[in-house]
């Protein structure tokens, strides 16, 4: 079963414009990340945010984490055709130790950047 | 540093076969997790392995197994192949101890079983 739901499943948006992306997660976790999939390819790490940590920035990234209400979103800003990928969420359980290595993966937001 | 690398890339099996896929972690990166992707259930979580030893197990029958050897490369094997067993198999690995969660995936092995 997956932790997280993401929204929209699907966005598709023009060079420079910003692409958002929400996430929501069901148990306690430590950590938040996400993470970019190229089509069929492995996933890449993007950014990881703390349970503690409110609002993290990488670059053309910015991710959001409110634990009240159990989600994230996912901004990227002034996309380029490059950014065209399917970008997860995964949370790790607060309730399992040393569960680092075990993540939930939400189901994914496909986002098409066209030139 | 070469990434994470996973063999072989493609394959294709039929019903009732076994398969082994391959896991080679980044240098140091000492914890390798298999997830299985498809489009139906999407990633999901197999196993983790360190130190030689399984320390995390998903919600997988026993037909799927692992193992890790002393060098931090790990296999896994489905026996007895089903045709839902088609998927992306993915290998990702992590450094213990460096507080972070961030895993380095590999690119990935696709079975298709007919």
């Known amino acids: 079963s997956q932790q997280g739901e993401e929204d929209p499943q699907a966005l598709s948006i023009q060079e420079g414009e910003n692409a958002t992306m929400n996430c929501s997660y069901k148990?306690?976790?430590?950590?938040l990340q996400w993470y970019r999939q190229n089509s069929g390819r492995g996933l890449v790490h993007l950014i990881l945010i703390r349970s503690n940590e409110r609002e993290k920035h990488s670059g053309r990234l910015r991710v959001t984490l409110d634990t009240s209400k159990k989600s994230s979103s996912l901004l990227i800003t002034a996309s380029r055709a490059a950014d065209t990928a399917s970008y997860f969420c995964a949370t790790d359980s607060l309730e399992a130790t040393d569960s680092w290595g075990k993540l939930q993966f939400g189901a994914g937001t496909q986002v098409v950047v066209t030139p | 540093k070469a990434g994470v690398t996973q063999t072989p890339r493609y394959l294709i099996k039929t019903r009732g076969q076994q398969v082994t896929l391959s896991c080679s972690p980044i240098?140091?990166?000492?914890?390798v997790s298999w997830y299985q992707q498809t489009p139906g259930q999407g990633l999901q979580f197999l196993f983790e392995?360190?130190?030689?030893?399984?320390?995390n197990k998903g919600n997988f029958p026993g037909r799927f197994s692992g193992r890790q050897f002393s060098n931090s490369r790990s296999e896994m094997n489905v026996s007895t192949l089903e045709l839902g067993d088609s998927a992306l198999y993915l290998c990702?690995?992590?450094?213990?101890?460096?507080?972070?969660?961030?895993?380095?995936f590999g690119e990935g092995s696709r079975l298709t079983v007919l």
């Open positions: 240098s140091g990166h000492r914890s």
């Open positions: 990702a690995a992590r450094r213990l101890g460096a507080n972070t969660g961030e895993l380095f």
């Open positions: 148990t306690s976790i430590n950590n």
């Open positions: 392995y360190f130190s030689e030893t399984q320390r």
